[in-house]
């Protein structure tokens, strides 16, 4: 599952010790689980048989006939929010008891045994979106991690894994189109409603279950595989979205050939389809060949969806159809062992799309998002391993360190073992263990067997919360040859494996590349060459080799960084040594030299990189833009975020007036030619770019116009969204006021939702006077809705994650709107609670009246009463 689309406002989880029941600061209902308390369950189920009656948007009634085998003793199965019809063991009436959390019956008998329940559920008061749900008049489930339960009573545990028959009945009008999850056996007409029943051939655990009923619109393509088979293909939505699914078809296509090119992974059921839908909690879903989208990770074309949408909807589309064989076929034994699955399909999406498109801007957006949300979430309260040790809302697992972290101990296996060995070391682990639920240390093990290498130490990289600092306290050449010193430390924990590749940097360029491997404290290397008196500059962490910080005692020197940014062949450490300047002039703005000139390297550098044609063009945008303010306020205590926005704004308008000429010029120069859309590298570097350009050009005068004009021009979305987007910080503009009315209008016209949501995102991270008022405002507007996601996080997270000098208004006035906004939807949707309670993470490492204020929201905010456990547990860790 991709957990979120926005990875900017990805959900920060938590840190907790083994030990005790419950955990200090969360009530006692709310039951915290260790993963060291494992246990096997005393029956297995071997067949689930299940029959959805439907009668209406709220009134579905679920047969369930479940063959338990092995074991004894007595049955507790989950369930939540079911209204019990009926409930038989082998056909006779048995006592049971009926719990807050499920069923029980004390005394089945003996295994094996067939238990039948009849639920009645309400799928339109499901605003949770968890279980069957009704989105826009059809009807959907979401059951991962536990909303199996809330469909009918079961072991709702990834380790029960079972062949599924589903039978599904509806009123054919109202709901043509009905799926389920494996190959349609059968189907008929008995009047006014029709049925399907679906069987699937595989084992697998409650939560890849899903159910599809409603009045949707499709394409469809076929698929032939490797071994001969066709397979047949199907993209769904409602019907005013289906010009829009052919970018999601092709990059099915594209992962399914992909797959079997790179792991010889081939896809194993005769049809899969997608079905996107806007009510959706998450990003997608990979359950067996019916995956669930959400629309935004689904809906593309060229109007509509920008540039990083289109690679969004690659990347996620290919991460649900990976899933396939890295989580469906081979699955979690406990939600502890969630990056088993995510990290390593994320790494596997990841890897997709470099190959796909850029591979050197692909990797720089995923180190942005662990440097910004993950590194930011390891200094936070809610700090956690890949492999966390306890939960108590299973949905607050779903996190940036178990997904992209996780990934990037993945890649490390890659960088340890090479591409043939972790080749190796994949078909050994899909080898071992097809149709099981394994852990962590089964891949890791599986790794280690298929290459001969001893791998004991990289567990400590599961069990470790934290970002780790690699320091070079030593370098330089000596006899002959250079050498230097590396020392590691993660806040007093064991040392790890670490992986850093490094080379050599001088003017004529990058020579020596090794791989480092630090296992101890501290050890002092040497580079495999001899080398002369040429001034070399160590080039370390080539590619972002493992997710740590790095630093130089003492420092590189503003020459160093300058070499390395010049000379290096590695696009990771060119681009952050940009990165390293730039922070340089923002902190010293910060501490006090507002009104000081920019130092005429930071400068030269800009300069340079705008007039250098011959870098790819993504990489020069990024190599423009300034470190984010998340990530500048990982090296600051007693933040002042008002003096670090004010430093960040004067610096970008520093740039814009020193290189004017060059950036008109870099702009001119990469207008389009003509009005073809292409999705090659070049063509969307060449846009990003651009509107990189323009957002320094904007702030300069004549920039309102030239954004106007920029907007009048476009004819694609990642033009018609980059002026926008700067004007709506200039609310005396005439050009604010005509654009956003343009862009809305054509949007609602068009029925196009997710284009409103760009156009409410952008308002709610307009940095202007009132914004505050103004995001209230949006509340208000008829097309805001808080019962769908999508436009809820499009206003109220995009201000709280995406505007950084208005959240945290000194008056605190926008802890209390986000106080209050947190509150009302826990009680209508949890998991978007609990994720929005996240922007108060960090809250210590503000300054003292700014984190007064905080802490007074988060007290606020756990003491409502009737807080679901999901948001209590963010909040009540916050504070810990």
Same mark, same amino acid.
């Given at each position: 599952m991709r957990f979120?689309?926005?990875?900017?406002?990805?959900?920060?989880?938590?840190?907790?010790?083994? =030990?005790?029941?419950?955990?200090?600061?969360?009530?006692?209902?709310?039951?915290?689980?260790?993963?060291?308390?494992?246990?096997?369950?005393?029956y297995g189920v071997e067949s689930v048989n299940l029959n959805f009656d439907i009668k209406s948007e709220s009134s579905t009634y679920v047969t369930s006939k479940?063959?338990?085998?092995?074991?004894?003793?007595?049955?507790?199965?989950?369930?939540?929010?079911?209204?019990?019809?009926?409930?038989?063991?082998?056909?006779?009436?048995?006592?049971?008891?009926?719990?807050? +959390?499920?069923?029980?019956?004390? $005394?089945?008998?003996?295994?094996?045994?067939?238990l039948e329940t009849v639920v009645e559920i309400d799928p339109k008061a499901n605003t949770q979106l968890s279980g069957l749900y009704a989105s826009s008049g059809n009807l959907c489930t979401q059951c991962e991690a536990e909303g199996f339960r809330r469909i009918t009573y079961f072991y709702d545990r990834p380790d029960v894994m079972?062949?599924?028959?589903?039978?599904?009945?509806?009123?054919?009008?109202?709901? %043509? !189109?009905?799926?389920?999850?494996?190959?349609? *056996?059968?189907?008929?007409?008995?009047?006014?409603?029709?049925?399907?029943?679906?069987?699937?051939?595989?084992?697998?655990?409650?939560?890849?279950?899903?159910?599809v009923a409603g009045d949707l619109g499709?394409?469809? +393509?076929?698929?032939?595989?490797?071994? =001969?088979?066709?397979?047949? @293909?199907?993209?769904?939505?409602?019907? /005013?979205? &289906?010009?829009?699914?052919?970018?999601?078809?092709?990059?099915?296509?594209?992962?399914?050939?992909?797959?079997?090119?790179?792991?010889?992974?081939?896809?194993?059921?005769?049809?899969?389809?997608? *079905?996107?839908?806007?009510?959706?909690?998450?990003?997608?879903?990979e359950n067996k060949g019916l995956n669930v989208f959400n629309t935004a990770c689904v809906l593309a074309k060229e109007t509509t969806a920008t540039d990083g949408d289109y690679e969004r909807v690659l990347g996620v589309v290919a991460h649900e159809y990976f899933h396939n064989w890295s989580g469906n076929r081979v699955t979690c034994r406990d939600w502890f062992q969630l990056t088993l699955k995510e990290g390593l399909? !994320?790494?596997?999406?990841? #890897?997709?799309?470099?190959?796909?498109?850029?591979?050197?801007?692909?990797?720089?957006?995923?180190?942005?998002?662990?440097?910004?949300?993950?590194?930011?979430?390891?200094?936070?309260?809610?700090? /956690? %391993?890949?492999?966390?040790?306890?939960? &108590?809302?299973?949905?607050n697992f779903y996190t940036v360190t178990v997904y992209?972290? =996780?990934?990037?101990?993945?890649?490390?296996?890659?960088?340890?073992?090479?591409?043939?060995?972790?080749?190796?070391?994949? +078909?050994?682990?899909?080898?071992? #263990?097809?149709?099981?639920?394994?852990?962590?240390?089964?891949?890791?093990?599986?790794?280690?067997?298929?290459?001969?290498?001893?791998? $004991?130490?990289?567990?400590?990289?599961?069990?470790?919360?934290?970002?780790? $600092?690699?320091? !070079?306290?030593?370098?330089?050449?000596?006899?002959?040859?250079?050498? @230097?010193?590396?020392?590691?430390?993660?806040?007093?924990?064991?040392?790890? #494996?670490?992986?850093?590749?490094?080379?050599?940097?001088a003017p004529g360029g990058a020579v020596a590349e090794t791989l480092f491997e630090l296992t101890d404290e501290s050890k002092t290397f040497e580079f495999p060459m001899a080398v002369n008196g040429e001034p070399y500059v160590p080039s370390l962490l080539r590619g972002f080799s493992a997710p740590v910080k790095?630093?130089?005692?003492?420092?590189?020197?503003?020459?160093?960084?300058?070499?390395?940014?010049?000379?290096?062949?590695?696009?990771?450490?060119?681009?952050?040594?940009?990165?390293?300047?730039?922070?340089?002039? !923002? @902190?010293?703005?910060? /501490?006090?030299?507002?009104?000081?000139?920019?130092?005429?390297?930071?400068?030269?550098?800009?300069?340079? $990189?705008?007039?250098?044609?011959?870098?790819?063009?993504?990489?020069?945008?990024?190599?423009?833009?300034?470190?984010?303010?998340?990530?500048?306020?990982?090296?600051?205590?007693? @933040?002042d975020p008002t003096k670090l926005c004010d430093a960040l704004k004067a610096t970008r308008l520093g740039l814009a007036t020193a290189a004017r000429a060059e950036l008109e010029a870099c702009y001119a120069a990469m207008a389009p030619a003509d009005d073809t859309f292409s999705l090659d590298a070049a063509a969307v570097g060449r846009r990003r770019l651009r509107n990189t350009c323009l957002a320094y050009l904007s702030k300069l005068d004549g920039g309102d116009a030239l954004c106007g004009a920029h907007f009048d021009a476009a004819t694609c979305m990642s033009d018609s969204i980059a002026p926008v987007a700067q004007l709506a910080s200039k609310p005396d503009s005439n050009d604010r006021a005509r654009c956003l009315e343009a862009f809305y209008d054509k949007a609602k016209k068009n029925q196009e939702d997710l284009v409103i949501n760009k156009w409410f995102a952008i308002q709610a991270m307009a940095d202007c006077d009132g914004a505050i008022d103004n995001v209230s405002k949006l509340l208000e507007h008829?097309?805001?809705?808080?019962?769908? %996601?999508?436009?809820?996080?499009?206003?109220?997270?995009?201000?709280?994650?995406?505007?950084?000098?208005?959240? #945290?208004?000194?008056?605190?006035?926008?802890?209390?709107?986000?106080?209050?906004?947190?509150?009302?939807?826990?009680?209508?949707? %949890?998991?978007?609670?609990a994720r929005l309670s996240n922007a108060f993470g960090s809250w210590r490492r503000y300054e003292p009246s700014r984190r007064d204020l905080m802490r007074q929201a988060l007290e606020r905010i756990k003491v409502t009463a009737g807080l679901s456990k999901d948001t209590l547990e963010i909040v009540s860790r916050s504070l810990v």
């Open positions: 979120s689309f926005l990875l900017a406002t990805a959900a920060r989880a938590f840190q907790t010790a083994r =030990g005790g029941g419950l955990r200090s600061g969360l009530s006692m209902s709310a039951v915290e689980k260790f993963r060291a308390d494992y246990k096997s369950l005393p479940l063959r338990f085998v092995g074991g004894g003793g007595p049955l507790e199965l989950d369930g939540e929010d079911l209204k019990l019809v009926s409930l038989r063991v082998d056909g006779e009436p048995v006592e049971y008891e009926l719990t807050p +959390d499920g069923l029980k019956i004390a $005394t089945p008998p003996p295994a094996p045994f067939e079972s062949k599924y028959t589903v039978r599904v009945e509806a009123d054919k009008d109202a709901y %043509p !189109v009905l799926l389920s999850n494996g190959n349609e *056996v059968g189907k008929g007409v008995d009047g006014d409603r029709h049925w399907a029943t679906f069987e699937d051939p595989f084992n697998k655990p409650s939560y890849l279950f899903a159910l499709h394409i469809e +393509d076929t698929f032939t595989t490797m071994s =001969g088979r066709q397979v047949r @293909l199907f993209v769904w939505s409602e019907h /005013h979205n &289906v010009g829009a699914l052919d970018w999601a078809m092709h990059s099915l296509k594209t992962s399914m050939k992909w797959d079997e090119d790179r792991y010889g992974r081939e896809y194993d059921l005769d049809v899969y389809h997608i *079905v996107a839908v806007s009510d959706f909690n998450m990003g997608a879903m399909t !994320v790494f596997r999406d990841q #890897h997709f799309s470099e190959e796909l498109t850029s591979p050197a801007a692909k990797r720089i957006e995923d180190i942005r998002i662990i440097r910004s949300s993950q590194f930011t979430q390891d200094a936070s309260p809610m700090s /956690h %391993p890949i492999r966390p040790e306890s939960y &108590v809302a299973m949905d992209n972290k =996780g990934a990037e101990v993945i890649r490390m296996y890659r960088t340890l073992l090479g591409e043939g060995g972790f080749r190796k070391g994949m +078909d050994l682990y899909f080898e071992r #263990h097809d149709g099981e639920a394994v852990t962590c240390d089964d891949f890791r093990a599986a790794m280690a067997d298929a290459n001969g290498k001893d791998l $004991t130490q990289f567990e400590e990289w599961y069990k470790q919360a934290g970002t780790p $600092t690699i320091k !070079v306290t030593e370098r330089g050449v000596k006899d002959g040859a250079y050498r @230097l010193t590396l020392t590691q430390s993660n806040g007093g924990k064991p040392p790890l #494996h670490v992986p850093i590749k490094a080379a050599l940097v790095l630093s130089f005692e003492p420092p590189l020197s503003i020459a160093e960084l300058e070499s390395l940014a010049a000379y290096d062949d590695d696009a990771f450490v060119k681009w952050d040594s940009w990165q390293q300047l730039a922070a340089r002039v !923002v @902190l010293d703005k910060y /501490h006090g030299a507002q009104d000081a000139p920019l130092p005429d390297y930071l400068v030269n550098a800009f300069k340079a $990189t705008l007039t250098n044609g011959d870098e790819e063009s993504s990489l020069r945008a990024y190599s423009l833009d300034l470190p984010d303010y998340s990530t500048l306020a990982l090296e600051l205590e007693d @933040l008829p097309d805001f809705t808080d019962t769908n %996601p999508n436009r809820f996080r499009a206003v109220v997270n995009t201000f709280a994650l995406g505007n950084p000098r208005h959240f #945290h208004s000194g008056d605190g006035k926008g802890y209390d709107f986000i106080a209050d906004q947190i509150c009302s939807i826990d009680k209508k949707n %949890p998991q978007v609670a």
